[in-house]
């Protein structure tokens, strides 16, 4: 019986295909085949139309123009033409070592109705069909156990506009309007059902790069129910995002095809728009033609998919287009991937079909049926592998236990997914001749200029880069300005000499300050010698004195900092005399801090000097379980303000005193003292899946909860120490889907301070607060409007900070905000301490201004009593930034 299936992972290793560069070698060149044109009835070439070799297994495309061309060895063919909205057309060729011109001529495909009168209290025929073809997803993505093909892609995209003050500099790198970049490969790819990929690549003929990609869709599979944060028509929640309606029916080599329409109930980022057609009684995808949005990116997919040696519906042929306009940029790209020489073998549990009852529609037919076979008390792989009725509900749980049991088997079952990755040696030196060959129709015109012009100036960049490397030997590596400017210098092969730009600010205690770094980088490189394919290991040593002046102060202070990292290890030693926020967290940036200081007359940020020496060591057991521990020495002393400048003196305040304000001590004043503090902090991650990659294991950082228990000492009258004092903090953060780019974040933690005998204010337990317009510290973990230190404790404390993204909510119920990436996040914070009064935060934010930027406004509460409202600016929530000091 034939099975209708596709692999949810043919397409992931598409992906890597097409935008890894990668190729696999094709079939042996013939001397014969067949040629032509393809054209609909009305005359009008069709583009991009699908050439199927039933032998063979082997997909081909028609050009832009509807040419094709396909070699074949002398031999019997069945050769089927695809085109979406046209009646497939078939024709029995022998070839004798000779081409036949073969042109064709498609028709316009006929529908016919169901024999079904739709009447208003009565629901489209579509939702049965899409119930059944849900319910029959997973099915499809367990069914086949391997394949492996060839896969051909030509991705293609171009400039069409930019702005003007970016035209110079894209001239001089041969970027013009009017030219083409190219991407084609050739690839050989298998998969090992659960999630073992492999891709070999043959060839690779690149020139440029590509402006935008649909890489992302092509990684999933419409049988899962998300494809790049895109929801599938075939997700379980699908009718809660899209309608569905009924277009009509066609006959195709003995199959019945429904087309259906999809229409988003709420249009925008994330859904899909077009049409699906199902296979009859298989519930499988015959086809599609879908459209999506993504940050007002525009993406067209089409996919043809077809019986492969009578077992399986995989697809042949696909096409993406993708454009869209981006800061001024505005671009187009066409991606054509076709597929040849499968080789198919099903799940041995899986290989009789299995027939899905509508249990809304026929309720009683799928009571009965789950009756009966409740009584004969079959396991779950009996009943897959019956190949008899069951209902929607009854096969949702099955497939779901059999994954199940399946995972338990599974030598690693916390992989999710195995793939690997392998480039032959000659996969960049394939001739024109090849590609000549290989190549489903011949290159039109303009990609031809394309290639011309890419190899030309390819030319005249390979000798710009011996000339560049002939001045580079003669030339001094030290330039006067780079005292100023900063550079990176080459010792060696390993090592580096770094001069970084000069920074600074200005604060009420240093008045304008001046910060220098420079540093010294050597890395141990190690490859593995039985697989040289594979990322090196790399471990780094840095060593970075670092200079600050004060002119307030006239005082030059320093520390010396080595840093030594690898894959699981880093080990931190560092030691001077420095400055230092009260919260070492650094709640405050110092550059928000000279903003705040010398526009807006709050000098927010609250420093100590001390000497020190640091030791850090960071130690990653395995990918659950981490240590950190850190150890210091220290000498602390109060420092006072030395400069009240303002460069807008508009409010006629004077600056208030270095000196933290806390509800919990009357004053921060210390003496000097001198302290020596150690911390150790355990994070697990229980239950981390990972991903693995040409044998290397990865872990998938958002598959688990992250866990935390950490303690921290003063010890007294050691090294001559003046703090006594013990503090234990337990804590969990995660974060994880909710719907389709719903997102839900949040990060809990509670502690206790089981003695404190002897603490200065810095030891407290301290919160990240925020009194400027601007954010810069965490989204979760951090709060908006609280002052930096008013409730920091030295008792217990429990803190709760709550981030929701959604994907439409107010303003976003306008299609046109969404279209342009704005999202909406509302956000809750909580704090309690003995004198926090049960601090509440609520918040609302629009995220994703011009792509970049995100405006949150949020009001306070103490003990439910409302207390102040603010605005601050931050960048979009998608962009990570690191803000450190």
Known sequence: MQKAITSTRFFLLLCCTLFGLTTAQLLAQSAGGIRGVIKGDDGAPLAYATVFIKQLNTGAASDAQGRYEVALAPGHYDVLFHFLGYETSSRTIDINGQYIDLNITLKTQALVLQSVTVRANKEDPAYTIMRKAIAKARYHTQQVDSFSARVYIKGKGKLKDYPWLAKKALEKEGITKDRLFITESVSEISYKRPNKFKEKVIAVYKQGNAQASPNAYIFGSLYEPEIAETVSPLSPKSFTYYRFEYLGSFKERGYEISKIKVTPRSKGDNVFEGIIFIVEDYWSIHSVDL??????????????????????WMPVSQQFVVGGSVFGFDFEGQYLATVKDYKVFLNPALRNEITVVDDKLHKEEAKQIEKKYTKKNQNIEQRLAAGQEVSRKELNQMLKEYEKEEQKQQKEPDVVSETEYKVDSLAFKKDSTFWTEIRPAPLEVEEQRGYKKADSLGLIEKKKEEGD??????????????????????????????IHTPYGGFNTVEGVNLIYRLGYVHRWVKRDSLHPERRARTSRLEISPVIRYSFAREKAIGLLRADFRNRNTRLTVEGGRYVQQ????????????????????????????????????????????????????????????????????????????????????????????SAFLGSVLLEARPWLKYSVRDGRKERINESSPVFSLEYRKGFHNVLGSDVNYDMVDVGVRYGFKTGVVGRLDFNLHGGKFLNNDKMYFMDYKHFMGNRTPFMTTSLVGSYRLMDYYQYSTKDEYFTANVHYHFRKFLATRIPKLRMFGIRENVFVNYLKTPASQDYMEAGYSLDGILRIFRLEAAASFVQGNYQSYGFRIGIASNISVNFGD
């Open 291 to 312: 459209k999506t949005t993504k940050l007002g990116i525009n993406f067209d997919v089409k996919q043809i998919y077809s019986p492969i040696d009578e077992k399986a």
């Open 582 to 673: 009260y919260n070492s967290e650094i709640p405050i940036h110092h550059f928000v801090n000279t903003f705040t200081t010398l526009l807006m007359e709050r000098n927010l940020m609250k420093i100590y000097e001390r000497d020190f020496v640091d030791l850090r060591w960071r130690q990653q057991f395995n990918d659950r379980y981490t240590l950190t521990t850190q150890w210091s020495w220290m000498k602390r002393r109060e420092l006072f303000n030395n400069n009240n400048y303002v460069l807008i003196n508009y409010k006629k305040e004077a600056y208030t005193a270095n000196a933290p304000v806390s509800n919990e001590l009357a004053s921060t004043a210390f003496p000097e003292h």
């Open 469 to 498: 490397t002939l001045k580079k030997r003669g030339k001094r590596g030290f330039q006067v300005w780079d005292i100023i400017t900063g550079d990176n210098y080459r010792l060696g092969k390993h090592s580096d000499f770094v």
